[in-house]
């Protein structure tokens, strides 16, 4: 299962950088080809999801293609949410993966652990790697959050993460505990497809 919870959203800028469609994002790193920032959602989060479980290890993640190669990834970002304890600590995860068939697990691309938190909730958190020395040389790669507490029954114990229903790209996935299998975000609670708010900015090696 997944908790979801449907939540106002009080933004403080309408001309936040954060809130540009994907169109003009891409307009905008046109203008510097070595460098792009790839996002899936709108920056309007319409939702917040937390793993339904009472065990730590749950994840939800987004599969990024970049648009150039060899392509160094330097930051990534997560909305976390409001609701439940927003300041909780997670575990940030990047590894191998495809469009189709989801994160693999088996090629972790990180060199150390990596844990990070938000200060307050409905908050872009920004977290740098460019010190993991990370280099997609083809393909994609997948970027998680990794529940290190359990969110409980409706994801009140812990974190949740922002979601965007307009316009889902068949990105995000989602996973109930360490052990549980990958599934399509679109395939849990017989909601529909949406993505995850997680972005990742590289850079041209």
Known sequence: GLAIVAVLWILSSCGNSDQISSDAAVQA?????????????????????????????GQLAVVFTPAFYPAVL????FLVGISGIPTTEF??????GTVSDG?????????SEVTA????????????????NIVITNGDFCVSMEWLTPPGDY????????????KPDGR??????????????????????????????????
């Open 117 to 132: 938190s938000a200060e307050f909730g409905n908050k872009w958190v920004d977290v740098d790697l460019l010190d993991q």
């Open 91 to 96: 575990r940030v995860r990047v590894f191998n």
């Open 29 to 57: 790193n046109a203008v510097n080809t070595n460098r792009e920032e790839i996002f899936y959602d709108d920056g309007i989060p319409e939702a917040q999801h937390s793993p339904w479980y009472n065990k730590p290890g």
């Open 172 to 205: 995000s996935w989602w996973k109930t505990d360490s052990v549980s299998r990958w599934q399509r975000i679109e395939d849990v609670a017989n909601v529909g497809d949406r993505d995850l708010m997680i972005r990742a900015t590289v850079i041209k090696k």
């Open 103 to 111: 994160p693999d697990e088996t090629h972790d691309l990180l060199k």
């Open 155 to 166: 994801g009140r114990d812990a974190q949740f993460i922002g979601v965007d229903y307009s």
């Open 74 to 77: 330097t930051e990534v970002r």
